[in-house]
């Protein structure tokens, strides 16, 4: 069984960066594209980035797009997420999921996940 950990979070003020760690245990971790997903209160879940497995195309939703970075380094089994110049709408969990193809192609790639969610890492951006 798959299992991801999300680690990195922490509580930040406007204007600030953090930088999420994602590892998984899944031997073939390295033939999937990875997404990042976050779920602030009240609201659904939603799909920020990804990144194709082979590290040669990522995606970015309009609200992240200059702000955060994906990444990601195959010989550890680690994807990373770099954000900068936070504000307090990034509030939230971010998880690390996934997808079900090797490919990151835009937002139609976000919608095509792995159901295998792990505990995630709380973000909390404040002043």
């Known amino acids: 069984q798959v299992q991801l950990v999300e680690s990195g979070g922490g509580l930040v003020q406007p204007g600030g960066s953090l930088r999420l760690s994602c590892s998984a245990s899944?031997?073939?971790?390295?033939?999937?594209?990875i997404a990042w997903f976050r779920q602030a209160p009240g609201k659904e879940r939603e799909g920020i980035s990804c990144?194709?497995?082979?590290?040669?195309?990522?995606f970015y939703v309009d609200s992240v797009k200059g702000r955060f970075t994906i990444s990601r380094d195959n010989a550890k089994i680690m994807v990373y997420l770099q954000m900068t110049d936070l504000k307090p709408e990034d509030t939230a969990v971010y998880y690390c999921?996934?997808?079900?193809?090797?490919?990151?192609?835009?937002?139609?790639?976000?919608?095509?996940?792995?159901?295998?969610w792990g505990q995630g890492t709380q973000v909390t951006v404040s002043p």
């Open positions: 899944l031997g073939t971790f390295n033939h999937y594209a």
């Open positions: 990144i194709s497995s082979n590290d040669d195309s990522t």
């Open positions: 999921v996934p997808l079900t193809d090797f490919r990151c192609t835009g937002a139609g790639s976000l919608a095509q996940y792995l159901d295998v």
